[in-house]
C-alpha cells in the first residue's frame, strides 16, 4: 500500500517561504512513470495543482506558480520537498502531496496538512 504524508510548518508570515516535505512509502519515487505531485486547495475553492518531480528527477510546475516554486527530492529517504518563497495570505490552503500515475490518475493522496500565512 503506497501511503504519502505531509509535513511542515503550519503558520507562515508574508514573504517567508514555505517549506513542506512528502515522505512516500510502499513505492519508490524513482519508480518509472509516475509523478510525484504537489496540490493546493484554499479555503473555498477548488483544487490547483502546484507541480510535480518526474521519476527522472525533473521538475514542472503552474505557469502561474512557476517564478516562485521549486519541488525537489532525496532519493534516500524516498521524500520530496515543495519550496514556494515569498508566500502571502493568498497562499493559504491544505497542500497535499498525491502520486499522479501516468498523465491523469491521481491515485495516491496525503493527509493533507493545513498552511496559514498571516502576519
Known amino acids: 500500500q503506497v501511503q504519502l504524508q505531509e509535513s511542515g510548518p503550519g503558520l507562515l508570515k508574508p514573504s517567508q517561504t514555505l517549506s513542506l516535505t512528502c515522505t512516500v512509502s510502499?513505492?519508490?519515487?524513482?519508480?518509472?512513470?509516475?509523478?510525484w505531485s504537489w496540490i493546493r486547495q484554499p479555503p473555498g475553492k477548488g483544487l490547483e495543482w502546484i507541480g510535480y518531480i518526474a521519476s527522472s528527477g525533473n521538475s514542472y510546475y503552474s505557469p502561474s506558480l512557476k517564478s516562485r516554486t521549486s519541488i525537489s527530492r532525496d532519493t534516500s529517504k524516498n521524500q520530496f520537498t515543495l519550496q514556494l518563497t515569498s508566500v502571502t495570505p493568498e497562499d493559504t490552503a491544505v497542500y497535499y502531496c498525491?502520486?499522479?500515475?501516468?498523465?491523469?490518475?491521481?491515485?495516491?493522496w496525503g493527509q493533507g496538512t493545513q498552511v496559514t500565512v498571516s502576519s
Open positions: 510502499g513505492d519508490s519515487i524513482t519508480t518509472n512513470f509516475y509523478f
Open positions: 498525491v502520486r499522479l500515475r501516468g498523465t491523469t490518475e491521481y491515485d495516491y
